[in-house]
């Protein structure tokens, strides 16, 4: 037993250009030893092989960029969050970019499991008339179920896309969507793309908000 | 210059297995602004970055060479297939990881040549950069192309390919190159008056000046410089004292081998093993003192995050000061969560003492041990000499302080080797396990590791040649079922890859059409298992007309002029010989700590030998 109160810490991070091709175990990785380079009084994991407490909300696939990651690692001792802000950042590559920090309460409940859903902004460049996508799209949508193959088993996603719209903005169209991104319901957006016939390699698919339980 | 278009960057990324691999963005990465400096060069390691991000020499260069504010220095490694045949399909030419700038743009290109085993792969990244593979087809529109590491101590097989080799340690080198090339940018000259430039460098040997005679029976006769102001023998550089640490290691987003700090303790050995390229190579012993490593332990914690730690030598057990270091480090970090390796330890109790004194440092892992030959009359022969009984009180040691897993390296193939040295190995292995068994049961692992004998280079086994690989096999196979029966693990390197290593070590400038042709038939990534494929070689060699079995099948005779014999590493060819002449009779030689043998190394380097007090040599 430790027994001083650990403080917990919430961060929201941008996941952005080179940093979008590390997997979710790299970053990982990446924090630990990012929150090492800062001297902060880290908290570590119980167990034979102690490592830097963290906890990431949202594995986020490889290739996407993010402006929503969220991330809670634990200190021994209460810190000013601006320090530890300033202190992190100084710490990261500058392709993470912490945009919100706050503190949590110990016992608030674990970011993976309260995580229901995800959205997205995808951004197709001009090459794709939205019309084309959009009625390609509604036609999909309007199907009493969509399946899609995952390690050679049928799932259907339709319950799992909560919202979807097009926008304009110059010259490029944008699909916005809400989908699940919780333990026991997720799906892809790159799923979807898919069933459109668009190569995710050809749009930029960006999380823009993480959806938690209240 | 143009840089590469991103997006189809980005697009073709994301269909690539690790992309990682091709974004850098790293912590310590350094970016500069490409107009900022005078001077721009592209560190290369011809493979992938999983390998290469680990390589010391990279790291050492790329520092210093980014310290400096009028050069920059950015990184790149050999894409791996999927990423290859992507790029060529985009024609995207390879660029580098930090501004994305395409290797043709670059000044200088200096690729590291760590093994011969990556020879193809340097015609592949040339090629892959839209640079013309041989030094005779580029002109001064291309990158300077210049090599360094341990392999171009036989620069000959690379000669057709390669500018200018740097010989020897290249922490000053380098930046003779850089100022001779600055100079000859400044005037405006041709090729040939660089090249010319960089041949009075002492340890650069430009292949170009040099010509090769040959015996009618393919022999060497002599190599000459066909031009003067350049010398006939060209010896190595040395850093008279180890560079100063890294500061500011890169610390890879993705995962790589020997993830972890490396703190280089000391360079060399003297221990004079007789097979041993690197032993020969490296002299004289530089040795970093105590306060240095714990200063360059604390920086890189510091600035990597890392919580493991490696520190790097031959042979650490023969730092002198190597147990205050160990008994330091474990002050310096006990309230840390560092975990110290400490490689290449002597067989003797003393050893594991040594990594006691790390306490709760030490690494979870198994202990290693290279007893390299197991029977009194090979380790003679080898001039490695041990004792069973130590090495049995060793193990008991080891086993008795907690380790469960063990590994011992042994080489097979040595020259006079006969079966009984063979089925000792196997006898050894098995009377370990009864240790480990005797004390822990079933919960100990033993691991015997089997390296090939190949007759490297100045060493004094030099004249000696390769077992061919039926033989090879065969002994490979009597340890595999023994092995298995006693339910030891068993690795070992595949006889024909063993092969192209020898011929490749021990070319000459002919070999290089070979080299050509085998990358032309798909030969790359020869060091990796899956990459290695012989026939793309047996080809190469019978479209060429040259016959493998003229590089290694030979017992040299003992005037021989070698491909190699006008690259100096300060070791005289006397002393080897002399070595070789005791070998053949079964005589050992002391550690050369213990008195000189007068290797010729001193002579070679007594005017630069520093005279304070805490920049030791290990020579007397």
């Not at chain 1, 945009?99 to 309460?105: A, K, N, S, V, Y």
């Not at chain 2, 003779?176 to 400044?186: D, G, L, M, R, T």
């Not at chain 2, 280089?264 to 007789?274: D, K, L, V």
């Amino acid at each position: 037993m430790n027994p001083i109160t650990p403080f917990r810490v919430r961060i929201k991070f941008a996941k952005l250009e080179n940093l979008r091709f590390i997997g979710h175990l790299d970053l990982q990785r990446l924090f630990e030893r990012a929150l090492n380079r800062t001297g902060l009084p880290l908290r570590y994991t119980q167990g034979f092989s102690p490592k830097v407490r963290i906890n990431i909300a949202s594995a986020l696939p490889l290739g996407f960029v993010s402006s929503a990651e969220v991330l809670d690692f634990w200190l021994n001792a209460p810190v000013d969050l601006q320090e530890i802000q300033a202190s992190l950042q100084a710490a990261l590559p500058k392709d993470l970019q912490i945009l919100d920090i706050q503190e949590i309460p110990n016992k608030a409940p674990s970011l993976q499991a309260s995580v229901l859903s995800s959205e997205y902004a995808i951004v197709f460049p001009i090459i794709y008339a939205q019309d084309d996508i959009n009625a390609k799209l509604r036609n999909i949508l309007a199907q009493e179920t969509i399946p899609v193959e995952r390690r050679g088993k049928i799932v259907d996603i339709k319950p799992m896309i909560t919202t979807h719209a097009f926008y304009e903005e110059g010259d490029s169209t944008i699909l916005h969507l809400q989908m699940d991104s919780s333990a026991t319901s997720n799906v892809r957006p790159d799923e979807l793309l898919k069933l459109l016939g668009i190569d995710p390699a050809d749009v930029i698919i960006e999380r823009t908000n993480l959806i938690f339980e209240e | 210059m143009t840089l590469i278009d991103k997006k189809l960057l980005n697009k073709i990324l994301y269909h690539v297995e690790k992309p990682g691999r091709y974004v850098g963005g790293e912590h310590n990465m350094v970016l500069k602004d490409w107009h900022s400096v005078d001077t721009r060069v592209a560190l290369a390691f011809p493979d992938i970055y999983d390998l290469g991000q680990a390589n010391l020499g990279l790291s050492i260069l790329y520092e210093l060479i980014n310290d400096r504010p009028d050069l920059l220095a950015e990184r790149v490694f050999s894409p791996w297939h999927d990423m290859e045949t992507a790029m060529r399909e985009k024609n995207i030419p390879l660029f580098s990881l930090e501004s994305k700038t395409p290797i043709k743009d670059f000044d200088i290109l200096g690729i590291t040549l760590p093994y011969e085993s990556i020879y193809t792969n340097v015609l592949n990244l040339l090629d892959l950069s839209g640079i013309p593979i041989r030094s005779t087809q580029r002109n001064t529109n291309h990158p300077l192309v210049i090599a360094g590491g341990q392999a171009c101590f036989n620069p000959e097989p690379m000669a057709d390919f390669i500018d200018a080799f740097a010989i020897g340690d290249g922490e000053e080198l380098i930046f003779e190159i850089i100022h001779a090339y600055q100079e000859w940018e400044s005037q405006n000259s041709d090729k040939k008056t660089l090249l010319k430039k960089l041949a009075e460098i002492s340890g650069v040997y430009v292949p170009s000046l040099y010509e090769v005679e040959y015996f009618d029976d393919g022999r060497i006769k002599r190599v000459f410089p066909v031009t003067d102001d350049v010398p006939n023998i060209i010896l190595k550089r040395i850093s008279p004292a180890l560079p100063p640490p890294i500061k500011k290691q890169i610390v890879p987003n993705i995962q790589i081998v020997h993830d972890r700090i490396a703190v280089e303790i000391m360079r060399g050995c003297t221990r004079g093993c007789r097979f041993c390229h690197a032993g020969i190579v490296n002299r004289p012993v530089r040795q970093r003192n105590p306060e240095d490593i714990l200063e360059a332990i604390e920086l890189g914690i510091k600035a990597t995050g890392y919580e493991d730690l490696s520190l790097l030598s031959l042979s650490s057990s023969d730092h002198t000061q190597i147990l205050d270091i160990t008994k330091a480090v474990y002050e310096q970090n006990k309230s840390r969560r560092l975990s110290v390796s400490l490689p290449s330890l002597r067989i003797e109790s003393f050893s594991v003492d040594l990594m006691d004194e790390l306490k709760d440092l030490r690494p979870g892992g198994g202990f290693t041990i290279a007893p390299e030959a197991a029977t009194d009359r090979m380790r003679a022969v080898i001039n490695k000499p041990l004792d069973d009984e130590i090495l049995f009180e060793t193990v008991e040691t080891i086993f008795s302080h907690g380790w469960l897993n063990l590994k011992m390296y042994y080489m097979i193939g040595l020259p006079g080797e006969r079966m009984e040295d063979v089925e000792a190995i196997l006898d050894t292995a098995r009377k370990v396990q009864k240790i480990g068994r005797r004390l822990h049961g079933n919960r100990i692992r033993v691991h015997v590791s089997i390296g090939t004998f190949i007759p490297k280079p100045h060493t004094p086994f030099q004249w000696a040649n390769s077992e061919d690989p039926e033989s090879v096999q065969k002994k490979i196979d009597f340890l595999r079922e023994g092995m298995r029966q006693s339910k030891i693990k068993l690795s070992y390197n595949r006889p024909d890859s063993t092969l192209l290593e020898a011929w490749l070590s021990r070319g000459d400038r002919r070999l290089g059409q070979v080299i050509e042709q085998a990358w032309q038939n798909g030969a790359k990534f020869d060091a990796w298992d899956e990459g290695f494929q012989k026939d793309f070689w047996y080809k190469a060699f019978d479209e060429t007309g040259i016959k493998p079995d003229f590089y290694i099948n030979r017992l040299r005779d003992l005037d021989e002029v070698f491909p190699w014999d006008h690259i100096s590493t300060g070791v005289s060819k006397d002393f080897l010989l002399e070595e070789y002449e005791m070998s053949q009779r079964g005589e050992t030689r002391y550690d050369c700590r213990k008195g000189c043998h007068v290797c010729g190394i001193l002579d070679c380097f007594s005017d630069i030998r520093p005279n304070q007090n805490n920049t030791y040599w290990g020579c007397p």
